[in-house]
């Protein structure tokens, strides 16, 4: 049974979660032994909201915040800043459509810790704009021990953020991802030492960075730039280029406006000096 299309940009959250709950009754046929599971995850819940909060909240709980005080705070958040919630719809249709690995939208939104983790941090981030540092703080670490992604709670995310793999997956208090933004395994937006104040990177839109890429410092990603895998980037790099080495330089442009959508990884050979 194949899911209902949905497009995301141009469709609403409840259009989304009636396709997720077409294919969970579909899956739950094919696999009884999860039915119990999806049905508490997503045939259960009425919402969008409702779905993503359980399996945040089931994931993240822990003895000192178990499900039952974790759950409402989450849906609070929620409750009060939908943009949340139109978020998390973009990120998820981010995941599904970005990563050929992915056949669905239940498949992200159950399977992909990138995208349970950039929610989680979605959360966190409630909680540090509406001065619960403590808590926004103890959220940080769960996210960090069960996703193995480190985002520091303060740091600003655009709709559309797609964490592939993300194992080890590092950004700062001062850092801010735009819309549309593709980040691999292994990356750090981190500072350049001690420094206090505004000091980490700034991704514009359409960036994406590749595994293992470090990005560090107050500095500015230009709009659709490409980072090399394995790249340590000191300084701003310009819209539309792409940058590689230790330490990073411009190789060329890029072929697509927003190589985050492409995911293409490959640079114009021919114009890399190895030297750098």
């Known amino acids: 049974m194949t899911a209902i299309p949905l497009d995301v940009a141009n469709d609403s959250v409840q259009d989304l979660w009636r396709s997720i709950r077409f294919t969970a009754r579909d899956w739950a046929r094919r696999e009884p032994v999860l039915a119990g599971w999806l049905t508490h995850c997503v045939l259960e819940a009425s919402t969008f909201e409702y779905g993503l909060g359980v399996i945040l909240s089931d994931k993240v709980a822990d003895s000192v915040l178990p499900v039952r005080t974790l759950l409402p705070l989450m849906l609070q958040a929620m409750d009060d800043d939908p943009e949340i919630i139109a978020a998390a719809a973009?990120?998820?249709?981010?995941?599904?459509?970005?990563?050929?690995?992915?056949?669905?939208?239940?498949?992200?939104?159950?399977?992909?810790?990138?995208y349970h983790a950039v929610q989680a941090h979605r959360i966190a981030h409630w909680?540090?704009?509406?001065?619960?540092?403590?808590?926004?703080?103890?959220?940080?670490?769960?996210g960090s021990e069960v996703f193995g992604v480190d985002i520091h709670p303060a740091a600003r995310f655009?709709?559309?953020?797609?964490?592939?793999?993300?194992?080890?997956?590092?950004?700062?208090?001062?850092?801010?991802?735009?819309d549309d933004v593709s980040i691999l395994q292994n990356v750090t937006l981190g500072g350049t030492g001690k420094e206090s104040g505004d000091r980490h990177p700034k991704i514009r839109s359409g960036v994406m960075?590749?595994?293992?890429?470090?990005?560090?410092?107050?500095?500015?990603?230009?709009?659709?730039?490409k980072i090399g895998a394995n790249s340590v980037v000191l300084n701003d790099v310009d819209p539309h280029t792409t940058v590689v080495?230790?330490?990073?330089?411009?190789v060329g442009g890029t072929v697509d406006d927003k190589p985050s959508l492409t995911m293409d990884q490959s640079f114009d050979c021919e114009s890399f000096d190895p030297g750098i």
């Open 90 to 114: 973009a990120d998820l249709d981010a995941h599904y459509t970005r990563n050929p690995a992915c056949g669905d939208h239940l498949t992200a939104l159950l399977f992909f810790k990138g």
């Open 127 to 142: 909680f540090w704009r509406h001065n619960r540092q403590i808590l926004a703080n103890y959220m940080q670490s769960r």
């Open 158 to 178: 655009g709709r559309g953020i797609f964490f592939d793999h993300a194992t080890g997956i590092v950004v700062g208090e001062t850092a801010t991802i735009d």
């Open 209 to 225: 960075i590749s595994a293992g890429s470090k990005v560090l410092g107050n500095i500015v990603i230009g709009e659709g730039a």
């Open 245 to 250: 080495g230790v330490p990073g330089k411009a």
